[in-house]
């Protein structure tokens, strides 16, 4: 065989080989006219898989769109593929075409390079090519599955400006990655560039999920932004649309806009669901509306929604919360029967409110029922349990409980150790909360700002303060402890400077007016209540699962704005890390200024750190106002109360000293103004608040008021304490009330409430009361029988 004919003979079987699964048909279509092309296609593998890109110089190569496209779709290693692309690129006289790109797309996406995809991407935009679906498709799944959002979105917006049309699909499966990876600034960013273009071009899912992921986030702003250019675009909600939208709403205090986004969900013929108005039933117990809350679940019982266990544990809660203590009762009843279904969460919750309103007997009961139905106690079980026996005064038991806890190794953190550490602190053993510290420490539980703060006021307290540093060696946070000196440092520094002389007579909190302003300070438009129970000549559906949402939503503008009332009392210590770190710190220091009297130093404080840009919350003007009033300075009380006014919501400490500084000023007449303004808006009456108004109606001489309250209190299952009865006792001795004094004596023993040292001292003073009306009626006899 001449030797031509053998190489060309070894040439074309190697080219074969490079074929997979050839077939003799298909060896037959071949004609010699292909020859050539074979011939190069198997020299240029040949070149690359031995020596790269340099071996091709030495082959005479003259390009073509097919050539190329056969070598990439020859069996060789993507890396070399790559190479022979970049290669091919840079020859003059060649540009490749679309199919190369959509094909060298295929393979580096397939081999998951992200560097040479990169390089695709830019070189697609030079030469302004245009990929098809799939391979588009595989480019951006590709960045995106990787994490490289920023080229996904580049290449997004690269295919938009060469003006091809991209699905909604496309720009929806972006969106959702960006959500799951958290990059929530580029999410936005892709979000407002696509409503752009005058339409919602993403899905329902992606919609929703962004709205989802700002809520949680807690980003107002960019949550309403959202929402504003989706109805602005006429974007059409899903039923889940609009449950996430009054969620939302109402969670950012807007329960007017809620009730409007209810309205138009129905006027769309859109029916709302059980979860819906479990949603509405959890914004409006939130917002202090509570009795409109279990007026609809009423309502909803006689209708085709049947209330689930999420329902009745959002009707417990704010009961639980509003110390409602017989209707939170009777709703679990209902639960247990209805729905078969208490969990842990609602035991709880139930365990708490009885443990508030002073019934420790039934908690423990609701305790132990919970271990019997087969409910897991959880470390949040034990933790009120503690808590709720320490605030009754079983410290006792409280203490035994823990340290069994402890032994056995479970259901405790540091939470209970917290709750430990507070009430110590309160009974001034600073030494053994430090041991608990240690102690905390040495388990691997962080000890958070919580309880550090507590033992600073504990320290503060006994004068201790040398303690500091020993506190600090047992703290092994490296972020928590260095920012607390740095803090503390800073403050003392801000408080030694000397305050300007422009403001030195000027008053920090400024109130103008008269008492009778006092009542306008804490209340709101009290007529929007009366509205809105009014439908303005509309005829009732008598189809509707709940009229009384129906009269809510007929009004909403008359709810718009921030909530009247809060249910939550505010606390010194957020615990929510270094998002609340300052403000926490100024409620801590203020305190300690306010128990030692130190009210000029604890007002520059609360002025330097407000001046600074830290928001105060309620528990900071709280304790303003109580200090205020208790040393009789009204006119500043009531200035805190201005400022107060336009930043947060009163709760209940608010009233609580309101009430107190009007029974100092003797304007008992007042009191029942602001406690009618209370409940309009939603209030409660807790044990604190209770002896409050007993204490001033009594010493004002409303001695029958101050009987109906007692009796108000019992009827809502709140149990008096011993202030209680010592106040009722006080107040009827003094008003020569003896024998009904005398009757709340026995009514206390019979209740089994523990006196103590404060009712030895109304006892001494109710004896000889007792002693000098029987001497009053033994001379009243003697001078009777006398003359006859």
Known sequence: MPFFLSSYHATLVTSFSLIPNPSFS???????????????????????????????????????????????????????KMEFFRWVSSQTGYKPSNDAYSLMVQIVSRNKDIDS??????????????????????????????????????????????????????????????????????????????????????????????????????????????????????????????????????????????????????????????????????????????????????????????????????????????YRINEALKLFREMEVNTRNTDTVVYNCMMDGLFKAGKVSEACNFFENMVQEGIRPTCWSYNILIDGLFRNGRAEAAYTLFCDLKKKGQFVDSITYSIVI??????????????????????????????????????????????????????????????????????????????????????????????????????????????????????????SPSVHLDRLTDKPSALHGTRQFSLYRGVRVHGKGFESFDTDMVNTYMSVFL??????????????????????????????????????????????????????????????????????MGRVDLVCAVLDQLLQTGGYLDVFMYNTLIHVLGRGGRLDEANKLFEQMKSSGINPDVVTYNTLIEVHSKAGRVKEAYEYLKAMLDAGCPPNHITDTILDFLEREIEKLRYEKASMKRVKDGPS
């Not at 909604?168 to 969106?175: E, G, N």
């Not at 009745?312 to 704010?318: A, E, P, Q, S």
């Open 117 to 322: 995809l990169r390089t695709l991407m830019h070189s697609m935009k030079t030469e302004k090519m245009v990929l098809d679906s799939r391979s588009f498709k595989l480019m951006l799944n590709s960045f995106v599955s990787s994490g490289n959002f920023d080229q996904a979105l580049e290449l997004l917006q690269d295919m938009e400006e060469i003006g091809s049309s991209l699905s909604p699909q496309i720009y929806s499966s972006v969106l959702l990655a960006l959500i799951k990876k958290e990059r929530v600034d580029l999410a936005l960013t892709l979000f407002h560039s696509v409503l752009k273009g005058g339409h919602v071009l993403l899905s329902s899912v992606a919609c929703n999920q962004l709205m989802v992921f700002l809520r949680k986030r807690g980003m107002v702003v960019e949550f309403k932004r959202v929402i504003s250019e989706l109805r602005n675009l006429g974007y059409q909600f899903d039923i889940w649309g609009y449950n996430i939208c009054i969620h939302a709403f109402g969670s950012f205090g807007d329960l007017g806009f809620s009730l409007e986004l209810f309205r138009e969900m129905k006027e769309k013929s859109w029916n709302p669901d059980l979860c819906t108005y479990n949603t509405l039933l959890r914004i409006l117990c939130n917002s202090s509306r509570l009795n409109d809350a279990l007026a609809i679940a009423e309502e909803l019982k006689n209708s085709g929604h049947d209330p689930d266990g999420y329902t009745y544990r959002i009707l417990i809660h704010g009961c639980c919360k509003a």
């Open 595 to 664: 128990a030692k009297g130190k009210l000029s130093i604890a007002c520059k404080l609360f002025e330097i750190f407000n001046a600074m840009g830290h928001k105060p919350v309620s528990y900071t003007y709280n304790s303003l106002v109580s200090s205020f009033v208790k040393r009789g300075y009204f006119n500043e009380a009531w200035g805190v109360l201005c400022e107060m006014r336009e930043n947060c919501p009163a709760d209940i400490a608010t009233y609580n000293a309101v009430i107190q500084g009007l029974g100092k």
């Open 422 to 543: 507070w009430y110590l602190c309160k009974d001034d053993k600073t030494e053994a909360s430090l041991e608990l510290v240690e102690e905390m420490e040495a388990r691997g539980l962080v000890v958070d700002l919580t309880a550090i703060t507590t033992l600073l006021m504990g320290l503060h307290r006994t004068g201790r303060w040398d303690w500091a540093e020993k506190l600090m060696k047992h703290v092994r946070d490296s972020s928590l402890v260095p920012s607390l000196i740095r803090w503390t440092t800073e403050m003392e520094s801000c408080l030694r400077a000397p305050q300007d002389r422009a403001k030195d007579f000027e008053p920090i909190f400024q109130f103008e007016g008269g008492e009778r302003e006092i009542v306008n300070l804490i209340s709101y438009d009290s007529g929007s209540e009366d509205k809105t129970q009014i439908r303005d000549e509309k005829e009732s559906d008598i189809w």
């Open 26 to 80: 298909l060896i037959q279509k071949l004609s010699f006219s292909h020859i050539p092309t074979l011939l190069l296609v198997v020299s240029i593998c040949k070149a690359l898989i031995n020596g790269g890109t340099t071996e091709l110089q030495k082959l005479p190569i003259v390009l073509s769109h097919s050539l190329v496209l056969q070598v990439l779709k020859k069996d060789l290693n993507p890396h070399r």
